[in-house]
């Protein structure tokens, strides 16, 4: 059995696909094939069933996955050493961080990342949203930043994304005794009536990933420019401003559903949005700055499981 056929296997025992595991290991749906049927040869018994439309393990193929999912992170463990050691992997990573993901998350994969690279340190500075500039001006190496409305949302090539670290529904801020707060969730089209902040220093198509300009029934939302000029230079919105104008009655505000949770502040609530896709939690860097470090911060990222932010 060689790397190649497990990987194949745990890719496909995944997706549960042929063409979604195909396109991930960048083989063809008969190439993957191939490999299967020549590990269920080489096994003694089949390690999935599959008809014209889904693909799931035998009860075979589930036993192998435990035991094949812990060999391939041993030896991923291996590798990741390997290369540290070859590249002198070691020093700093400045890491930006929106207050929204919350502090003990991202102290949690700063840990991961020291205990794994001993001789690496993280520094930890707090963003605001969409502040990709710190990146490109070099204010920090590292951006964990939510990514809403998928790859496409960043809109710059010369950044990069790496692992999708957590997933959270999405939400609007309001005052606790706002009329919106007695409802279970809203839709879009629920809140056009009310001022919705936004920030006209966060870039497109981030900005309008993260508070569209209409409604999927077409209905035009009201926005409010909450940017404010100091210095000749465009201040992003902090969370905890756009906090502060909704308890003031200012605006209501689109944000995830964890945000109360990680910043807690008396007399405000979060109602779920039932037609806006959820958020990712990303890293995000410079293309053509990854040093060996970064790159061991972002490969320590890797092994996280996906899970709902707490």
């Not at 190649?4 to 749906?29: D, I, P």
């Not at 919105?237 to 003031?248: E, G, I, L, N």
């Not at 990854?290 to 899970?307: G, K, Q």
């Amino acid at each position: 059995m060689d790397f190649r056929a497990l990987e194949t296997f745990l890719v496909l025992a995944e997706e549960l696909h042929f063409g979604h595991a195909a396109e991930r290991l960048f083989l063809s749906k008969a190439r993957v094939s191939q490999i299967i049927r020549s590990l269920e040869q080489e096994v003694g018994a089949p390690l999935f069933d599959r008809t014209s439309r889904r693909v799931w393990l035998t009860p075979v193929g589930a036993r192998f996955r435990q035991r094949a999912s812990r060999g391939m992170e041993e030896l991923r463990a291996g590798m990741r050493e390997a290369k540290a050691a070859t590249r002198e992997v070691g020093g700093l990573v400045r890491l930006g961080y929106l207050p929204s993901i919350g502090p003990e998350f991202v102290q949690q994969l700063v840990r991961e990342f020291e205990d794994r690279y001993p001789r690496c340190r993280a520094s930890l500075s707090v963003a605001a949203l969409g502040d990709f500039d710190a990146l490109q001006a070099g204010l920090v190496d590292v951006l964990l930043t939510w990514l809403p409305g998928g790859l496409t949302a960043l809109g710059s090539d010369r950044l990069a994304i790496g692992p999708v670290l957590a997933m959270e529904g999405r939400a609007v801020l309001v005052p606790s005794d706002h009329l919106l707060a007695q409802k279970a969730a809203v839709s879009l089209d629920d809140l056009v009536e009310y001022p919705l902040l936004t920030d006209t220093s966060v870039p497109n198509p981030f900005r309008e990933a993260w508070i569209p300009s209409v409604t999927r029934t077409g209905r035009r939302l009201r926005h409010v420019d909450q940017a404010r000029r100091g210095d000749a230079r465009v201040r992003l919105t902090m969370v905890q401003d756009a906090m502060m104008a909704v308890a003031r009655g200012e605006c209501l505000h689109l944000t995830v559903e964890s945000l109360l949770r990680q910043v807690p502040q008396a007399n405000l609530a979060l109602v779920p949005i039932t037609d806006m896709p959820p958020c990712a939690i990303v890293p995000v860097w410079r293309r053509g700055n990854e040093t060996a470090t970064i790159r061991a911060f972002v490969d320590s990222l890797r092994s996280e499981t996906p899970i709902t932010v707490h």
